[in-house]
């Protein structure tokens, strides 16, 4: 079966070190991959997309890589603040108009 | 642009009672998500619109919920009867689909959060 997975932990670190996030898949071949951010409360937010033919997108502090050999993607964020304290998902489509989400991971960034 | 908007925010309500949920899309955008929320399970799809149209709904539990679209501007998702098991933040999302210049991102409302006791 179709399966998305994110580490269900929530991740701690260091005020100004660099976290990575992790999204796996299993019996998907997404043409594109997206990360989203959700605070408590919200509703999620766009971050960043990376297509099937690219290996690494950047915006700002935060850096995407997408291997569709293992069927991974890391997420991300240098000189991490306590402002980016959040949940992030990752999410992907194999198709044009369907987007299926993983479970999110919590970041926590400590002063 | 007033982005995404739900309604209620908020809803608590007894089982056994038809609870509907509304929401209005981001002008111009042709595709409309209804996806539930929960600690267990995540973010769940349960269908979407592509045009008004209902393309995929085999995300919808069972015959207790239905979701329409009468107009590019408005949708709705009913629970009928509802359940204390179906308690969830609902979220309502769209998006620009077929634009040669549109990245796929979906926006988001703020969510309802229904309680059922």
């Known amino acids: 079966s179709q399966k998305i997975e994110q580490n269900s932990e929530a991740l701690n670190i260091q005020e100004g070190k660099t976290a990575t996030l992790t999204c796996n898949y299993t019996?998907?071949?997404?043409?594109?991959l997206q990360w989203y951010r959700q605070d408590p409360g919200r509703g999620p937010v766009f971050l960043l997309l990376?297509?099937?033919?690219?290996k690494e997108k950047r915006k700002e502090r935060l850096k995407v890589t997408f291997d569709t050999t293992l069927k991974q993607s890391l997420f991300h964020i240098t000189a991490s603040q306590p402002a980016d304290s959040a949940t992030y998902l990752c999410?992907?489509?194999?198709?044009?108009?369907?987007?299926?989400f993983g479970a999110g991971t919590r970041l926590a960034v400590h002063p | 642009d007033a982005g995404v908007i739900q309604s209620p925010r908020h809803e608590v309500t007894e089982m056994g009672q038809e609870v509907t949920l509304r929401c209005k899309p981001i002008?111009?955008?042709?595709?409309l998500f209804w996806y539930r929320q929960t600690m267990m399970r995540g973010l769940e799809l349960l269908i979407y619109?592509?045009?008004?149209?209902?393309?995929?709904d085999s995300g919808m539990p069972e015959d207790r919920f239905s979701a329409k679209m009468p107009n590019a501007s408005f949708s709705t998702l009913k629970i009928q009867p509802s359940e204390p098991r179906d308690s969830a933040v609902y979220f309502c999302?769209?998006?620009?689909?077929?634009?040669?210049?549109?990245?796929?991102?979906?926006?988001f409302g703020e969510g309802s959060r229904l309680t059922v006791l």
């Open positions: 999302a769209s998006r620009n689909s077929g634009s040669v210049t549109s990245t796929g991102e979906l926006f």
């Open positions: 019996n998907y071949s997404p043409a594109y």
């Open positions: 990376i297509r099937e033919n690219e």
């Open positions: 999410a992907l489509s194999g198709g044009y108009n369907k987007l299926i």
């Open positions: 002008s111009g955008h042709n595709s």
């Open positions: 619109f592509n045009n008004n149209v209902p393309i995929d």
